[in-house]
């Protein structure tokens, strides 16, 4: 049988879009379907913007520390409109630069809408038909809102960006990585931030102890955050007037602020599990994601669709219906742009290039862009002493560039080593920058470094990460 092209790719994120140029660099004939922008959450909604407004936010204490260290600067105010405009130009220069990689890979780009007719066949809502002898599914994570009445009401991460003008408070819902990066940004920016999470600490999954600083620091750079708590009730601010001044707002001076009555992002009134009613120029929901694996015809077809609505697939990224694959969000494996790029190589090295590759999902480094940010790879301390005797090592101190300025921040330097093998299990930082240290040390880890490899290690002093090479002795073992 023969089809009009050997691969069709639904959806032009980093995954997708890496996908159909490695496939096309094999000579094969590849055609690709985006129905919004092509680059994705990462590139237009999620990682690309969100660095860059965490970026911005930095600046906020920049004049205070240059006082300290001698330089006579005065403080500043925050433009977002200059800011914004700068932003989405930015955003349209990268969705051009994918654009012309597409196309100048020999990948024919449809920006259209895609739905499977059956395992080889794709409808696009333009009206055309692709036959395809494989397709591949890329079309990413959406954010979710709660299922709580007006919560219509509220923003979630992929409005931030569009926001034509900067609430004055927020309430954001939600402890996970989003909820506390977007705290952090909106902080620095300087919006009241007032945080809800219905758990005892944020940042669930990662190391109980780095995730205990960064809650504290938020907290001392004036982040109101409520642990234990979540809305149980919202509204519009305009349908509950008269409680103005116990709330400590002026609804009538909100208009023009954020949409208007009825529109996500008006002024609204909540009311949290502790009773505590409060108004809010904005709230921001910021409670997970969903595969977006809906209208796609998947499940007509005999592919798996699992609780979350994730594809399933096997370590081939290869769904029940053998011409059908699945990478990156949609399979809810590891949630990372740099892993949906990694499925993608795998992807076309398997079908492609007669090289069968799973996908290695194991010791992925990843980062934090809270302020300071939080960088791991490997296991949590809580994780590891489940599985093995282990010894940890920590230090938590205050940085040279902190300390001289009078600033209160720690980091934390932290090593989880196996007591049998001595292997460094785990690597967890908290401190500027830590992202770019975590990669590094992800190196070693992944390399399976022991702790004597570290500790053979010089020192780059001073530095705060030459705390991973000098940390004799254990704090404690487990």
């Not at 660095?51 to 006082?67: I, N, Q, W, Y």
């Not at 809810?332 to 742009?337: A, E, F, I, P």
């Not at 205050?398 to 049998?420: D, T, Y």
């Amino acid at each position: 049988m023969s089809f009009d092209v050997d691969l069709f790719v639904i959806g032009g994120g980093s995954g997708g879009v890496r996908a159909a140029r490695m496939a096309a660099a094999t000579g094969a004939k590849v055609a690709l379907a985006e129905d919004s922008r092509l680059g994705g959450t990462c590139v237009i909604r999620g990682c690309v913007p969100k660095k860059l407004m965490v970026f911005a936010s930095t600046f906020r204490d920049m004049p205070t520390e240059a006082r300290a260290y001698g330089w006579d600067i005065a403080d500043g105010g925050f433009d977002w409109s200059a800011f914004r405009g700068k932003l989405h130009a930015e955003l349209d220069r990268l969705e051009g630069v994918y654009r012309r990689l597409l196309e100048g890979s020999g990948v024919v780009v449809h920006d259209a809408r895609a739905r499977l007719v059956d395992a080889h066949t794709v409808a696009l809502s333009d009206g055309g038909r692709v036959t395809a002898k494989h397709i591949l599914v890329a079309t990413g994570g959406r954010p979710e809102r709660p299922d709580l009445p007006n919560a219509h009401l509220g923003l979630v991460s992929d409005d931030v960006f569009l926001l034509e003008k900067l609430p004055k408070s927020v309430l954001i819902i939600g402890g996970g990585f989003i909820a506390c990066e977007m705290a952090c940004i909106l902080n620095g920016l300087g919006v009241k931030v007032t945080q809800f999470y219905r758990g005892a600490q944020i940042l669930r999954g990662f190391d109980d102890e780095a995730r205990g600083l960064v809650a504290e620091a938020m907290k001392e750079q004036g982040i109101d955050l409520h642990l234990g708590t979540n809305i149980v009730e919202m509204a519009e601010a305009a349908a509950v007037k008269g409680h103005e001044a116990e709330m400590g707002a002026d609804v009538s001076q909100m208009a023009d602020l954020l949409p208007k009555s009825g529109e996500k992002g008006c002024p609204v009134w909540v009311k949290s599990t502790n009773g505590h009613e409060a108004v809010f120029d904005a709230v921001l929901f910021a409670t997970g994601r969903a595969p977006n694996s809906t209208g796609l015809g998947l499940e007509d077809l005999g592919v798996a669709i699992g609780r979350r609505g994730e594809i399933v697939v096997d370590d081939y990224s290869q769904t029940a219906v053998p011409s059908i694959y699945a990478i990156g969000d949609v399979t809810n494996r590891v949630n990372l742009t740099p892993v949906a790029i990694r499925e993608g190589m795998a992807f076309s090295k398997t079908v492609f290039e007669g090289e069968p590759t799973p996908v290695d999902h194991d010791l992925i480094p990843a980062a934090v862009f809270t302020q300071p940010e939080l960088g791991t790879v490997g296991l949590t301390e809580e994780a590891a002493r489940d599985q093995e005797p282990i010894e940890v090592y920590a230090t938590s101190f205050r940085p040279m560039r902190s300390a001289f300025a009078g600033a209160n921040a720690r980091v934390l330097m932290k090593l989880i080593v196996s007591q049998k093998t001595r292997k460094v299990l785990g690597c967890h930082i908290v401190a500027p920058e830590a992202g770019e240290m975590i990669q590094m040390a992800a190196i070693a880890v992944k390399m399976g470094a022991t702790k004597e490899d570290f500790d053979r290690t010089v020192a780059v002093h001073p530095t705060m990460a030459e705390e991973l090479v000098t940390m004799r002795a254990p704090v404690r073992r487990g």
